[in-house]
């Protein structure tokens, strides 16, 4: 089900470490451990009770000291992870907004022929086609999200990204010529061969490519604790200076830097093959930065478990079955008799149990049918949305519970 992965996948730290007791000059260099979340279900493995279930493995951080990647101990097999994917982009109106101001800072216009990796269902491409005018293609290894893109226009590759499968989109719906944009949503940190990946888009790209990657900013999640977004799923942690390094054995170089709120804080690495003046302005990782958010995240689930304790008598349930909550379900050993349900508005995974759990997720109309006492917000990022559409619950005397940067009742 899942490999090792011992050696930095941006920088290749650690690539010809002798095995230990060899007395190679290269047997010091090692990935640094730095935060253990114990043995975990993959977030996102929404089975009902009859249906046959992943299995666990360890989510361990480790830590380049030589490019300050943050990176995973193992590496599921994407087959099991992708191949019937059932995370959705959500069209809700943050990432509405999200998407208008990506539109407007990378000033994608009319006509632009624009391959998105890692598509999803084609949303961001629908609205790239739809309101801008744009040649759109997409490449998505998830075949049953590939074929609702297809299915409602986006034309779109079902495989994962590499340069045949690039080449193919751009053949076949981008009319062979070389994509203008080049868009990766929260992709690169899905990616094992990270090297290889940015290698091919190099490849399919023009001299006036742009190129635009988005990841979560690993400061934000170290400086606001979002230890939720640590999963199977994502590989690695993304700083500015690792992508620097990154790019640094291809022809594209780093442009500029943006940052977005969406997700608690995103960057979108601008890159192309042009000259770049850019410098960056990022503080240099260290691992006793890793060692500091470790204590600040045992402390956070402390607190919730604590939280709970001390409200066992109430009804609680969970609100947004994202894969953040499976993270904390599953390192606060949460089950059933302590969060009754989880709330949430996706079909495929309402009648499912929250992956590791007996927990049943059901529709958000239940929060004002069953009127619990309190519903903690695992979609925190969603809050402000989530918390007034649900005012009506609010009105009756619910709460929500907020659990992160600090556990807030409100
Ligand atoms: P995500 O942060 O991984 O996108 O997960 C958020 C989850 O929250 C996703 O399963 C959808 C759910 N959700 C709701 O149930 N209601 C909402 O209003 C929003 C915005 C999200």
Same mark, same amino acid.
């Given at each position: 089900?899942?490999?090792?992965?011992?050696?930095?996948?941006?920088?290749?730290?650690?690539?010809? *470490?002798? =095995?230990?007791? &060899?007395?190679?000059?290269?047997?010091?260099?090692?990935?640094?451990?730095?935060?253990?979340?114990?043995?975990?279900?993959l977030a996102n493995d929404?089975?009902?009770?009859?249906?046959?279930?992943? $299995?666990?493995?360890?989510?361990?951080?480790?830590?380049?000291?030589?490019? *300050?990647?943050?990176?995973?101990?193992?590496?599921?097999?994407?087959?099991?992870?992708?191949?019937?994917?059932s995370y959705?982009?959500?069209?809700?109106?943050?990432?509405?907004?999200?998407?208008?101001?990506?539109?407007?800072?990378?000033?994608?216009?009319?006509?632009?022929?624009?391959?998105?990796?890692?598509?999803?269902?084609?949303?961001?491409?629908?609205?790239?086609?739809?309101?801008?005018?744009?040649?759109?293609?997409?490449?998505?290894?998830?075949?049953?999200?590939?074929?609702?893109?297809?299915?409602?226009?986006?034309?779109?590759?079902?495989?994962?990204?590499?340069?045949?499968?690039?080449?193919?989109?751009?053949?076949?719906?981008?009319?062979?010529?070389?994509?203008?944009?080049?868009?990766?949503?929260?992709?690169?940190?899905?990616?094992?061969?990270?090297?290889?990946?940015?290698?091919?888009?190099?490849?399919?790209?023009?001299?006036?490519?742009?190129?635009?990657?988005?990841?979560?900013?690993?400061?934000?999640?170290?400086?606001?604790?979002? #230890?939720d977004t640590?999963y199977h799923e994502h590989?690695?942690?993304?700083?500015?200076?690792?992508?620097?390094?990154?790019?640094?054995?291809?022809?594209?170089?780093?442009?500029?830097?943006?940052?977005?709120?969406?997700?608690?804080?995103?960057?979108?690495?601008?890159?192309?093959?042009?000259?770049?003046?850019?410098?960056?302005?990022?503080?240099?990782?260290?691992?006793?930065?890793?060692?500091?958010?470790? #204590?600040?995240?045992?402390?956070?689930?402390?607190?919730?478990?604590?939280?709970?304790?001390?409200?066992?008598?109430?009804?609680?349930?969970?609100?947004?079955a994202s894969a953040k909550s499976t993270v904390?379900?599953?390192? &606060?050993?949460?089950?059933?008799?302590?969060?009754? #349900?989880?709330?949430?508005?996706?079909?495929?995974?309402?009648?499912?149990?929250?992956p $590791?759990?007996?927990?049943?997720?059901?529709?958000?109309?239940?929060?004002?049918?069953?009127?619990?006492?309190?519903?903690?917000?695992f979609?925190?990022?969603?809050?402000?949305?989530?918390?007034?559409?649900?005012?009506?619950?609010?009105?009756?005397?619910?709460?929500?519970?907020?659990?992160? =940067?600090?556990?807030?009742? &409100?």
């Amino acid at each position: 089900m899942y490999t090792l992965h011992n050696h930095c996948r941006a920088c290749g730290y650690g690539e010809n *470490t002798a =095995p230990d007791g &060899c007395k190679s000059e290269k047997a010091h260099e090692k990935l640094i451990p730095v935060l253990d979340l114990g043995i975990q279900p993959l977030a996102n493995d929404f089975k009902s009770d009859r249906e046959e279930r992943e $299995g666990f493995a360890p989510l361990k951080m480790m830590f380049c000291p030589n490019c *300050t990647l943050a990176q995973l101990s193992v590496v599921v097999k994407p087959e099991i992870l992708y191949s019937n994917y059932s995370y959705i982009t959500s069209m809700s109106r943050t990432m509405l907004r999200h998407f208008g101001q990506l539109v407007a800072a990378l000033g994608i216009k009319n006509g632009d022929r624009v391959l998105e990796i890692g598509s999803n269902d084609g949303g961001f491409l629908s609205i790239l086609k739809d309101e801008i005018g744009c040649q759109v293609a997409g490449v998505d290894p998830a075949i049953n999200l590939a074929r609702i893109a297809t299915v409602k226009g986006i034309p779109t590759v079902g495989a994962m990204f590499s340069f045949d499968s690039a080449r193919n989109a751009i053949s076949f719906h981008l009319g062979g010529l070389l994509p203008d944009i080049i868009i990766a949503r929260h992709v690169c940190c899905h990616i094992d061969n990270l090297r290889g990946f940015i290698n091919d888009i190099d490849r399919i790209c023009g001299d006036n490519t742009i190129v635009a990657i988005e990841v979560p900013y690993v400061k934000h999640l170290m400086d606001k604790l979002y #230890f939720d977004t640590i999963y199977h799923e994502h590989l690695s942690y993304m700083s500015t200076y690792a992508m620097e390094m990154l790019v640094s054995k291809t022809s594209l170089r780093i442009k500029d830097v943006l940052h977005f709120d969406v997700h608690g804080g995103v960057v979108v690495y601008v890159l192309s093959k042009q000259p770049s003046s850019w410098v960056s302005d990022e503080k240099r990782i260290t691992v006793e930065d890793w060692n500091d958010f470790s #204590f600040r995240c045992h402390d956070a689930m402390g607190n919730l478990v604590q939280w709970q304790r001390t409200n066992d008598s109430k009804s609680i349930v969970g609100y947004g079955a994202s894969a953040k909550s499976t993270v904390w379900m599953n390192a &606060c050993g949460f089950r059933r008799k302590h969060i009754k #349900f989880i709330c949430d508005n996706t079909p495929q995974k309402q009648w499912k149990c929250s992956p $590791g759990t007996d927990i049943p997720i059901v529709d958000e109309g239940a929060l004002l049918r069953e009127l619990p006492d309190y519903a903690v917000l695992f979609a925190w990022n969603y809050a402000d949305e989530i918390i007034a559409k649900n005012q009506a619950y609010r009105d009756k005397g619910g709460k929500f519970v907020v659990p992160l =940067p600090e556990l807030r009742v &409100c």
